[in-house]
T-cell receptor, first 113, second 115 residues
Framework: DQQVKQNSPSLSVQEGRISILNCDYT??????FLWYKKYPAEGPTFLIS?????DKNEDGRFTVFLNKSAKHLSLHIVPSQPGDSAVYFC????????????FGGGTRVLVKP | NAGVTQTPKFQVLKTGQSMTLQCAQD?????MSWYRQDPGMGLRLIHY???????DQGEVPNGYNVSRSTTEDFPLRLLSAAPSQTSVYFC??????????????FGPGTRLTVT
């Protein structure tokens, strides 16, 4: 049973528009959430994170929103750029779980020029 | 800093063969881990280590062994390769942030095919 789910396997967006990636989790013990970006033939790279004590964290064009009651988080990319085309993984961890990361299945984003 | 390095980049094994995937980091990170990535499954944790001499199992440990004799190295051993172990393997290392969290740095991956 997947504890972290990304229900949209792919997303296509026009350059300059907003990309919204969604992630749902089931484990109430998760209290720290991260987004990773992955290009082909490379390892994932850390993008942005959010602690459960916050509901929003912003870093440049990237904003992560957390809705704890719905066990849902989203990543907004504004404006989207062609270089943002990649696979994005949502991940969750909890201190009670030894800080091990549990990943979602990923969403492939294509930004069209 | 080279970051996290993995060798080999590609490997083809026959069923039943054994091999070791190498992982090294030069950031003096205490925490290292191995993941496998399969289509639609994201990354699943195989084994991890919180420091030299300490290892523990992750979500999918069967068929794999690890050891951590130094801070820098964390090899992953496949004891008897099976086609189900065909995957892309990522090693990661991380440090503890001021909030006690781990943000992991990943290597470039090893693509393994078992025939």
């Amino acid at each position: 049973d997947q504890q972290v789910k990304q229900n949209s396997p792919s997303l296509s967006v026009q350059e300059g528009r907003i990309s919204i990636l969604n992630c749902d989790y089931t484990n109430s013990m998760f209290d720290y959430f991260l987004w990773y970006k992955k290009y082909p033939a490379e390892g994932p790279t850390f993008l942005i994170s959010i602690s459960s004590i916050k509901d929003k964290n912003e870093d440049g064009r990237f904003t992560v929103f957390l809705n704890k009651s719905a066990k849902h988080l989203s990543l907004h990319i504004v404006p989207s750029q062609p270089g943002d085309s990649a696979v994005y993984f949502c991940a969750a961890s909890g201190k009670a779980a030894g800080n091990k990361l549990t990943f979602g299945g990923g969403t492939r984003v294509l930004v069209k020029p | 800093n080279a970051g996290v390095t993995q060798t080999p980049k590609f490997q083809v094994l026959k069923t039943g063969q054994s091999m070791t995937l190498q992982c090294a980091q030069d950031m003096n990170h205490e925490y290292m881990s191995w993941y496998r990535q399969d289509p639609g499954m994201g990354l699943r944790l195989i084994h991890y280590s919180v420091g030299a001499g300490i290892t523990d199992q992750g979500e999918v440990p069967n068929g794999y062994n690890v050891s951590r004799s130094t801070t820098e190295d964390f090899p992953l051993r496949l004891l008897s390769a099976a086609p189900s172990q065909t995957s892309v393997y990522f090693c990661a290392s991380s440090y503890s942030t001021s909030g006690g969290r781990y943000e992991q740095y990943f290597g470039p991956g090893t693509r393994l095919t078992v025939t």
